[in-house]
């Protein structure tokens, strides 16, 4: 190995143990994480019990899960669960959107100010 490569790699292994300046993008991408970050948490929990529920409902019509059960008529209950999923499951990303917009306007002001300070810069 020559002495170009050594330094190369001396030089790597130093910048994982100094300390790392915080860039004005790196702050930027942080702020965006934390805008999207509840939104998409809120929306794979929901989708996801939704989705569950709706598995439900579906097990309950066309299996005999139902009668071990002992429910009486596990086509209607079925149903009514399955329906009530796909309504929870419909109404995610509505929600989804509200929640993700209602934090792009409180931290607008911030993005927007710290963005055009990296762009004149």
């Known amino acids: ?8 790699i001396a030089q790597k ?4 143990y100094m300390e790392k300046q915080v860039s004005g993008l790196d ?8 805008v999207k970050r509840p939104a998409n948490i809120f929306g794979y929990v929901f989708g996801t019990i939704s989705a569950v529920i709706m598995g439900a409902g579906m097990s309950l019509t066309m299996t005999d899960i139902g009668a071990a059960l ?6 209607v209950i ?6 009530v999923g796909m309504a929870m ?3 995610d990303y ?6 993700l917009n209602s934090r792009r306007e409180q931290y607008a002001d911030a993005i927007l100010a710290l963005s ?4 004149n810069k």
């Open 13 to 16: 292994i130093r910048a994982q």
């Open 1 to 8: 190995m020559n002495r170009n490569d050594q330094q190369f």
């Open 116 to 119: 055009e300070k990296i762009i």
């Open 94 to 99: 509505p929600i989804y959107r509200a929640i």
């Open 27 to 34: 702050e930027l991408r942080a702020l965006d994480a934390e």
């Open 70 to 75: 002992g429910i009486g008529s596990p086509m």
């Open 89 to 91: 499951a419909i109404a």
């Open 78 to 83: 079925g149903i009514a669960v399955g329906v």
